[in-house]
C-alpha cells in the first residue's frame, strides 16, 4: 500500500510511520519544512512539504495514496495563539477529509482524542456513548468540530473514514502535556499535587500506533470507533508509579480542587498578559481537563484489531528514562 501520514515526525505520527515501513509499506509523509526529512530519509520515506491548512499541498501528496492516516493535530492546552487550534483542527481536518474525497483513497484513518466525549453521564465510555454538551479545552473543542466534519463528510460523500480515540498516551520522547507533567514530578518542579483521584485513561504510545495500522488493514469497517485505553488510572496512582520507578519524592503538598482552579485562573490570565506559558503548565485547561476525567473500555480495539494493551507501568518506565537521559525530542504533532 502507499500512505499518506500527516503527523509522521510527532510522538505518536513516527511510530506510525516506523510500523508501516517495517510492513514494507510504501510511506509519503507530510512535513512542514525539510528540517526532519534526514529522519524520514533513514527509513526510506518520502517527505512532501506542506501543511493541514494548505489544501493544495494535501491534495499533491495525496496523489496515488491508497490511504491517508491523519495524525497531525495542534495540540496543547496553552498556546499565544490560540488560533492555531481553529485553523488545523477544524480547517485542517476539513482539508485532510475533502483532498481525501478528490483523491480517491481507499480509507482515511483519523486521530482524535478521548477528551472530545467531555464528561458523559455514563461510564465506562464506550463507542456508543453519547458526547456530553461540554468540552473542557479549546484542543478538545476544536477537535471535536473538526471530526463532525468528517464524519458529515462520511454521511453525505462516502468518505471512507474510521476514526481512533487515544486516552492519555504516554511513552518516550514526549514533549506534550503528559511529557511535560511525568518530567516536572521528576525535577521537583511541580509545587504540589492536583487532582489525585481523578481518574483518566491511559494508553502506550506504541499500543496506539499498533491499533492504528490495525484500523487500517482491517477490512469492512469504515465508519467504525476505537478507544484506545489500556489503564484507567487516577493521576494520584500515576505519581505513585512514577515516584516508584524514579525514586524521586513526590511533592508534599495536595492542592484542593478548588484552589488548583483558581491558580489555573490566575496563572492563564497572567500568561495572557506576558506571553509566557502559565507556570508549572497549569492552564486553565489543563486544569478543566485534569479534574473533569473518564473512565474509559478500550476492549473494542482489542477484539477487532487484535492489540494487546501494554503495561501502563512498562510505558511510564520508558518514559521516565527517556527524559532522565536526555533524549526527548520535540514532538512536530
Not at 179 to 207: E, M
Amino acid at each position: 500500500m502507499k500512505i499518506l501520514v500527516t503527523g509522521g515526525t510527532g510522538f505518536v505520527g513516527g511510530r506510525v510511520v516506523r510500523l508501516l515501513v517495517s510492513a514494507d509499506h510504501e510511506v509519503r509523509c507530510l512535513v512542514r519544512s525539510m528540517k526532519p526529512a534526514p529522519i524520514l530519509k533513514q527509513l526510506g520515506v518520502e517527505s512532501i512539504p506542506g501543511n493541514l491548512t494548505d489544501r493544495a499541498s494535501l491534495v499533491a501528496a495525496m496523489k496515488g495514496c491508497d490511504w491517508v492516516i491523519n495524525a497531525a493535530a495542534a495540540y496543547d492546552f496553552w498556546t499565544p495563539d490560540s488560533g492555531v487550534y481553529q485553523r488545523v483542527n477544524v480547517g485542517g481536518t476539513q482539508n485532510v477529509m475533502e483532498a481525501a474525497l478528490d483523491a480517491g483513497v481507499a480509507k482515511v484513518i483519523h486521530v482524535s482524542t478521548m477528551v472530545v466525549y467531555g464528561k458523559p453521564a455514563t461510564s465506562p465510555v464506550t463507542e456508543q456513548t453519547p458526547v456530553s454538551s461540554v468540552r473542557f479545552s479549546e484542543y478538545a473543542r476544536t477537535k471535536y468540530e473538526g471530526e463532525q466534519i468528517a464524519w458529515n463528510l462520511y454521511q453525505t460523500r462516502g468518505l471512507p473514514l474510521v476514526i481512533v480515540y487515544p486516552g492519555a498516551v504516554l511513552g518516550a520522547e514526549d514533549s506534550k502535556a503528559t511529557g511535560q507533567y511525568i518530567r516536572r514530578l521528576l525535577q521537583g518542579k511541580l509545587p504540589a499535587t492536583i487532582f489525585t483521584n481523578s481518574t483518566f485513561p491511559f494508553v502506550y504510545v506504541n499500543d496506539v500506533a499498533e491499533a492504528i495500522f490495525g484500523a487500517a488493514k482491517k477490512e469492512n469497517n469504515l465508519g467504525e470507533k476505537y478507544l484506545l485505553a489500556g489503564e484507567n488510572l487516577t493521576f494520584g496512582q500515576i505519581n505513585s508509579m512514577i515516584a516508584e520507578l524514579s525514586g524521586v519524592h513526590l511533592p508534599r503538598l495536595s492542592m484542593p480542587d478548588a484552589m488548583a482552579l483558581g491558580t489555573a485562573w490566575f496563572l492563564t490570565a497572567l500568561s495572557r498578559i506576558t506571553g509566557k506559558p502559565p507556570a508549572w503548565g497549569m492552564s486553565l485547561d489543563q486544569i478543566k481537563t485534569m479534574k473533569n476525567a473518564l473512565v474509559a473500555d478500550g476492549g473494542k480495539a482489542v477484539r477487532e484489531l487484535g492489540i494487546r494493551y501494554t503495561p501502563i507501568r512498562q510505558a511510564l518506565k520508558e518514559a521516565i528514562e527517556s527524559y532522565q537521559t536526555g533524549s526527548c525530542r520535540t514532538s512536530s504533532l
